[in-house]
């Protein structure tokens, strides 16, 4: 699916309907982890981009297209008001950076 060249990957993880070929209504997906974001490639061949919908929930991501429909759950460790989102050769690229993370000290008081 993807050619990646970042050399900081640690998982790959692939959706392909089951059974021998496509599933209709199910669209094929692979997911890259890197140390710095999450990207999730969605196969949609043929698909026009402007009748691509998706939606952003606070635990998933759903695609819908007239090739079928996908929804994937999200992660909380990903920021989902940065996400990026690109089609390009029959390819739907949706980028995922995690979180900062962010140490808050706290005060103990003495009694």
């Given at each position: ?95 995922f ?12 008081n003495e009694?």
């Amino acid at each position: 699916m993807a050619n990646t060249t970042k050399k900081d990957i640690t998982l790959v993880q692939r959706g392909v309907p089951e059974g021998n070929g496509r599933v209709p209504g199910q669209l094929s997906y692979e997911i890259l982890t890197y140390e710095d974001e999450k990207v999730l490639n969605v196969e949609v061949p043929g698909v026009d981009p402007d009748t691509i919908e998706m939606e952003a929930h606070s635990d998933s991501i759903s695609i819908t297209c007239d090739r079928g429909e996908l929804t994937y759950p999200v992660e909380a460790a990903l920021d989902l008001s940065k996400i990026e989102v690109s089609v390009r050769w029959g390819l739907l690229e949706i980028r995922f950076p995690f979180r900062q993370a962010r140490v808050v000290k706290i005060k103990i008081n003495e009694k």
